[in-house]
C-alpha cells in the first residue's frame, strides 16, 4: 500500500463492502487514505468502517440550517481541510445527506475548486443507489469538477448476479413507497413490464410488499429473495411470489436485515396471437420507419423478440 499523499482535485464516489469487509477494494482504501475529505451519510457508521482499515479520521461539525455557524463561508471549510491534511494520514470526515445537502454541496465543491480531493461514500455500497449523493454529483459536473467512481459492491447488482433470472434488460426500482395506496399504485404501472425488475426493502415492510406483488404482478410471478449478501446468515432463495411470501412469514430471520427482491419481468408469450396485440404499436411504427427499423423499436418497448415482429410487420403491410 503505497504511502498518503495529496490526490488530484476531484469528487470520488467510492464504494465501500455491504457486508464482508474483505469486499473493500485496495483502490478504495488507498483512495479513502489520501483524500482531504471523506464526505458519508453517518459519521458514526462510516467512522467504525475507516477505522478498521486503519484510515484515520477526524470528524467536523456538522453544519445544519439552525447552527449559529451556518453562514461560515466555504473558504473557512477550505481552511478546514487544509489544515487536516496537513496531519500524515488524517482526513476531515463530513456528514453529507439528504437533511443537510443543500449547504454541505456548496461547500464541497469549492474546495475541489480550490484544490482539494474529496470522497463521497455511504454506510454500504456503491453511492447514489438508493442512496444520497445525486445532487454533489450534479452540482459537481454543473461546475466542471472532474468525477472519478472508485468500483466495488453494489446489492442490486450482486443480487441480479445470483438471481437467476434474465439480466439482459433490467430496471432498478429501489424502494417502494411505504404507504399502502402508493404501493400498490406504483406496482401496477409496473405490472406489463418485460425487464427483471430490482426492489430494495426494509424488514418491517416486507411481508406487505411480497403480499402487493403477488396480487398484483401474480401469486406465479418468478423472484428471487436476497438478504444479508456477503453476509453470514445470507439468504439467496429462488421461487414465485405466492410461495415467497409464505416462505419469509414462516421464518422471523428472513424478515431481518438488508433485503433485495429481484422480479421477473412479465412473459410476453411468442406466438401470432399474442404478438398481434401489439398490431396497433407497429402499424404505428410502419407510418415514419422501415420495417427493419420498426421491427428494431417496437422489440425495445415490448420486449418481445425482433424477428417474430418483423415478420408480424411484414403481414400487415400486405393485410
Known sequence: MSSPTAMPACLYIVATPIGNLSD???????????????????????????????????????????DSDSDTSTTDAAKDADSATKQKGHNKLWAYHEHNSAIQTPKIIEMIQQGHSVALISDAGTPLISDPGYQLVQAAHAAGVRVSPIIGASAAIAALSVAGLPSDRFSFIGFLPAKTHGRQKQLTALNARTETLIFYE???????????????????????????????????????????????????????????????????????????????????????LSVKKAAALAADITGVKKNALYQRLLELQVE
Request: with cysteine; proline share 2%.
Open 24 to 66: 473493500m477494494t485496495p483502490h478504495a482504501i488507498d483512495t479513502l487514505k489520501q483524500v482531504a475529505i471523506i464526505a458519508c451519510e453517518d459519521t458514526r457508521t462510516s467512522g467504525k468502517l475507516l477505522s478498521h482499515f486503519g484510515i484515520h479520521t477526524k470528524d467536523t461539525k456538522e453544519t445544519t440550517a439552525n
Open 202 to 288: 426494509a424488514p418491517h415492510r416486507i411481508i406487505a410488499s411480497l403480499e402487493d406483488m403477488a396480487a398484483i404482478f401474480g401469486a406465479e410471478r418468478e423472484v428471487t429473495f436476497c438478504r444479508e449478501l456477503t453476509k453470514t446468515f445470507e439468504t439467496v432463495h429462488k421461487s414465485t411470489l405466492g410461495e415467497l411470501v409464505e416462505f419469509v412469514k414462516a421464518d422471523d430471520n428472513q424478515q431481518r436485515g438488508e433485503i433485495v427482491v429481484v422480479v421477473a419481468g412479465v412473459n410476453v408469450a411468442q406466438d401470432d396471437d399474442d404478438i398481434s396485440i401489439h398490431d396497433k404499436l407497429l402499424q404505428r411504427l410502419l407510418e415514419d
